[in-house]
């Protein structure tokens, strides 16, 4: 079962590929083919976070209060959105970027009706500035989006294979879940994603599916509703 529209939530860190920081252009190209391959089969939204460039939790001892520090994040997520912007379009793909905070030099208002008209043309349209909040993360800003824009499921880029009762990274015993339900995911404290965006999608019954993004044709597989991760649901 292919999904007919579809939010794709990625990491800054996506884009700064094996460096700590920034933007590298070979894993920018490879991500922008990816979602032209997701585009030809499904409408696509997609919300990107600033984790590259800058992100409060890093940053906490930098001095800069924290609804500053957010606001620096948001206008990192427009950087990274931007520059997918340009490598989507570079590869054939017509994309716009709708921004919750107003740069017109950069970007077009974040307007329901805007974007779902964009969708409807088969653009890619990219969320850039969070929810345009303080203390609300990029998780948070693709939960709202995806229901603003009636998607049919959230796909969660992550560089694990789904989601697991502990890290397997530290433990070898860790299990990992196919399918799980909000309720058991919160019983059983996974961090799935931050907790007010965990609260949307379970409140509005939207399926989360947690993948890893790094695995060949995982991505593709995600969008067509294949086996692949662990699927969140209510």
Known sequence: MSYKRIMLKLSGEVFSGKHSFGIDKPTLTHVAKQIKSMAEIA???VVVGGG????YRDTKDSGIERTVSDAMGMLATIMNSVALQSALESGGTDT???????VPQLAEPFIKRKALNHLEKGRVVICAGG???PYFTTDSAAALRALELSCDVLLKAT???GVYDKDPKKFRS???YDSLTFQAAIEQHLNVMDQAAFSLCQDQNLPVVVFNFFKTGALLKAARGEKIGT???G
């Open 43 to 45: 409408e696509v939204v």
């Open 52 to 55: 590259n460039i800058w992100r």
């Open 96 to 102: 716009r970027v709708l921004s919750a905070i107003d």
């Open 131 to 133: 929810t345009g909040n």
């Open 159 to 161: 560089n694990v294979d």
């Open 174 to 176: 860790a299990k990992k």
């Open 231 to 233: 699927i969140v649901h």
